[in-house]
């Protein structure tokens, strides 16, 4: 499975629910590891997805250094501006190369 599916495969309820009881139970294990692979199965995932989702949990939060999920669907929107962006000047550098050669081979008028 690509990682766009994965990605939707679990609803955002549930991936709070579960990020949410890592950090109600972390201190009943003696690492926040402990705590993901002793939930991860209830939940139907493996460790490492919900070690993802508690560190982007974390980084949301504040907890941890990084990139939140704001700030990360703003870049993707700003990406995808800019590609169109991109692709708009192309377009119009092309209309303009075409229209200055028409102007070039037009005939003169006296």
Partial sequence: MTKSKMANRYSPEVRARAVRMVFEHQGSYE???GAIAAIAP????IPQTLSGWVKQAEKDSGMRDGVTTEERDRIKTLERENRELRQA??????????FAQAELDRPLKR
Avoid at 42 to 45: A, L, Q
């Fill in 31 to 33: 690492t926040q590891a």
């Fill in 42 to 45: 209830k939940i139907g995932c």
């Fill in 89 to 98: 000047n192309e377009i119009l550098r092309k209309a303009s190369a075409y």
